[in-house]
């Protein structure tokens, strides 16, 4: 097992997504760029710039397709028992597959993600790349050289089978939708990457839940992953982390107009619960420094608490509305619902002998990173994970927007996965 000292980096105060879009190359027989999509029923339309017409954040077929493509991958036996048929599964590519099918790269997004890792908002895509410093020429991950794939997770909103999916009597699934755990993400998405020819991944990326995955990859599929980096998650979820969540879920669901999770045709949606919960859950995304240092106990503008004719509120609360507000606009509170118990469920060990005996299993290069300020994912979680991996590199981002840093701090990040990819495997 390899040890590494901690390595200083460039804090960037900034916002998430700030870089540009890229401009991507053109593969064969795998199109990326504005490719036409591979067919699915219901998804002819080419993109108009249209996003969303609802406003439920939540993509329909009909809707423009954007850099979506489409894996049907057949029926699901889930881990907790039954089956999930006809999924489907929305992932974007950037780069150029090579004849030896031996440079992929799976990049897994966290909670509120999906499969647009990088590039603009509209035609189809409801908000701009979520990790957009990570792939583009001369970035960490060059197209040039990977040919990169990104997938909606299993559950989500955006183009892949969930609770707001069509289900097999042609009504929505809405609170039928399953339980799913990260084990039965991981199939689905080794489906999509069995469609594609591809049987061995040089590397998986992700952060938070995205972690998960990848570390699940790692775990269930030791034969197909060479690389795994491992960002600001965890090998099981904590009690406390579940105890966050719990308050979340509970938001949505008390909200009047979930009606218990089949709203969809009712012209209303539980916004108010959805926002309380994305207002919970990004206070523990951040620290309590750095909210200190933006808003102490500053008033919003012109809305002073003990001055305002109406209830005013302090500009941190104004900073969390306005949170709450951007996630409804864009995602699924049922979607949310389903991911968050599928991080729940989330414990390598479960039914492989514990922890250290389903991390023995483990034959790729891990990479496992925290942030130093992290409250949700604490560093010895990490440290906890690194000691039981056969072979990992430990690494430290250094930031101070908490559990947050390993997508803004994008220097450190960057100087990271480019190392891990360019390490030779020993």
């Known amino acids: 097992m390899t040890v590494t000292h901690r390595k200083q980096g460039t804090r960037r105060p900034g916002h998430v997504g700030a870089a540009g879009g890229v401009q991507h190359t053109g593969v064969a027989p795998f199109p990326s760029g504005r490719a036409t999509p591979a067919p699915a029923p219901g998804h002819g339309r080419p993109g108009d710039g249209r996003v969303d017409q609802r406003g439920d954040g939540v993509w329909r077929d009909g809707d423009p397709v954007g850099r979506r493509r489409f894996a049907d991958v057949g029926d699901i036996e889930l881990e907790r028992g039954g089956v999930l048929p006809g999924v489907r599964i929305a992932y974007e590519t950037w780069g150029t597959l090579n004849e030896a099918r031996d440079n992929v790269i799976l990049v897994e997004h966290a909670l509120t993600g999906d499969s647009h890792v990088v590039g603009e908002a509209g035609d189809g895509h409801a908000s701009p790349g979520w990790w957009n410093s990570l792939i583009g020429p001369g970035r960490p991950v060059d197209p040039g050289q990977w040919f990169v794939v990104a997938a909606n997770v299993l559950g989500g909103c955006q183009g892949s089978t969930g609770p707001a999916s069509t289900a097999p009597d042609g009504r929505p699934w809405g609170s039928r939708f399953p339980y799913v755990t990260v084990r039965d993400q991981v199939k689905a998405e080794h489906r999509v990457l069995a469609d594609l020819g591809i049987d ?112 005013g509120r302090f500009a941190v609360e104004s900073y969390l509305d306005h949170h709450a507000g951007k996630l409804a606009r864009r995602f699924d509170a049922n979607s949310y619902i389903v991911l968050t118990e599928a991080m729940n469920s989330h414990d390598v060990g479960r039914d492989r002998g514990g922890l250290r005996a389903a991390l023995a299993r483990v034959t790729a290069d891990c990479t496992v990173v925290s942030v130093d300020t992290d409250r949700l994912y604490p560093p010895r979680l990490s440290d906890e994970l690194h000691a039981a991996l056969p072979a990992s590199e430990r690494e430290h981002i250094v930031s101070d927007f908490g559990h947050d840093g390993f997508l803004i701090e994008e220097d450190q990040v960057g100087r990271i996965v480019r190392e891990a990819l360019g390490r030779p495997r020993g």
Do not use: K, N
């Open 200 to 311: 061995r991944l040089a590397a998986v990326v992700g952060g938070s839940m995205g972690g998960m995955r990848a570390l699940e990859w790692a775990v269930s599929r030791p034969d197909a992953v060479e690389r795994c980096i491992v960002l600001a998650s965890t090998a099981y979820a904590t009690a406390d982390q579940i105890a966050w969540c719990q308050s979340q879920l509970l938001a949505i669901r008390h909200d009047p107009d979930f009606s218990g999770g089949d709203y969809y045709a009712s012209g209303r949606r539980p916004d108010a619960g959805l926002g309380l919960a994305r207002r919970i859950a990004h206070i523990t995304y951040r620290t309590e420094a750095e909210l200190g240092q933006r808003f102490g106990r500053e008033p919003q503008l012109g809305e002073d608490p003990l001055q305002a004719g109406e209830r």
